[in-house]
Structure formats: structure tokens, C-alpha cells
């Protein structure tokens, strides 16, 4: 399990939408958002950048948890920086953005944080 397996995952839940950008599309349309990784290795990926299109609905949260379940199922390691971005004021600050990511299981400060993927137990025949 690795990176590519990841994004082949990834793809069937948000299609890529060019340049590294994958849409997390809304059952009733339009989109969540979206997330772009920069390829580090085949084990770790950069979130260059994650938006989304109604900060504040939980568009975020909900593109994060479906990330790290995926990350977690498929063993890679996720780094990012936080640095707000788009139109001013921004929805969350430097600070806001770190405390949302050590949320999801990332640890770090503002300039490298870092999500390393939760051991999925599995059902075991041993249990009785």
C-alpha cells in the first residue's frame, strides 16, 4: 500500500480536477472543495493546499476526515504548512488553522505539521 494506491482510492470518491487538484463533490451538486497534494515519496504526500468553496459549513472537516480514513487504510503520511490563503480576511488564522489539523490527528507547528497513518485493527479469528 502506497501513495498511488491512495490516489486511486482518492479518485473514486473526488475525481481529479487537474493539476494535482482533487474535487470533493456534493451528492446534490456543486462541490465541498478541494485538496492538491504535491508527490513527495511513495509513502508520504504534501497538502499544498486544501479549500473550500463555503468556509465554515464543515466542508473542511469533512474533506479531512475522508483524507485521513484513506491515509489510514492505505499507510501514507501526510505533511503540510499551514498558511491561510484566498481572499481576505481569511476564514481561520495561522493559529486556527494549526488547533483544526491537531484535530485530525496532525502534530507539528504552523511551519510542518505531520499526520502519520492509525493502525486499523482487524478483525482477528482468535477473538471469541
Known amino acids: 500500500m502506497n501513495v498511488h494506491d491512495f490516489l486511486m482510492a482518492l479518485a473514486?470518491?473526488?475525481?481529479?480536477?487537474?493539476?494535482?487538484?482533487?474535487?470533493?463533490?456534493?451528492?446534490?451538486g456543486?462541490?465541498?472543495?478541494?485538496?492538491?497534494?504535491?508527490h513527495h515519496s511513495t509513502r508520504e504526500l504534501i497538502i499544498h493546499r486544501l479549500w473550500t468553496l463555503q468556509p465554515g459549513q464543515g466542508s473542511g472537516s469533512h474533506i479531512l476526515r475522508i483524507?485521513?480514513?484513506l491515509v489510514d487504510e492505505?499507510?501514507?503520511?501526510?505533511?503540510?504548512?499551514?498558511?491561510p490563503f484566498g481572499r481576505k480576511p481569511?476564514?481561520?488564522?495561522?493559529?486556527?488553522?494549526?488547533?483544526?489539523?491537531?484535530?485530525?490527528?496532525f502534530e507539528g507547528t504552523h511551519k510542518k505539521m505531520t499526520r502519520k497513518p492509525c493502525i486499523?485493527?482487524?478483525?482477528?479469528?482468535?477473538?471469541?
Open 12 to 28: 473514486t470518491i473526488a475525481p481529479p480536477a487537474g493539476r494535482g487538484d482533487y474535487a470533493f463533490r456534493k451528492p446534490e
Open 30 to 38: 456543486g462541490a465541498h472543495g478541494y485538496v492538491q497534494f504535491i
Open 67 to 69: 483524507l485521513c480514513e
Open 74 to 83: 492505505h499507510g501514507v503520511e501526510l505533511r503540510l504548512k499551514t498558511l
Open 90 to 105: 481569511h476564514p481561520m488564522s495561522r493559529d486556527q488553522l494549526v488547533k483544526w489539523y491537531q484535530r485530525h490527528g
Open 120 to 128: 486499523i485493527a482487524k478483525d482477528s479469528a482468535l477473538s471469541s
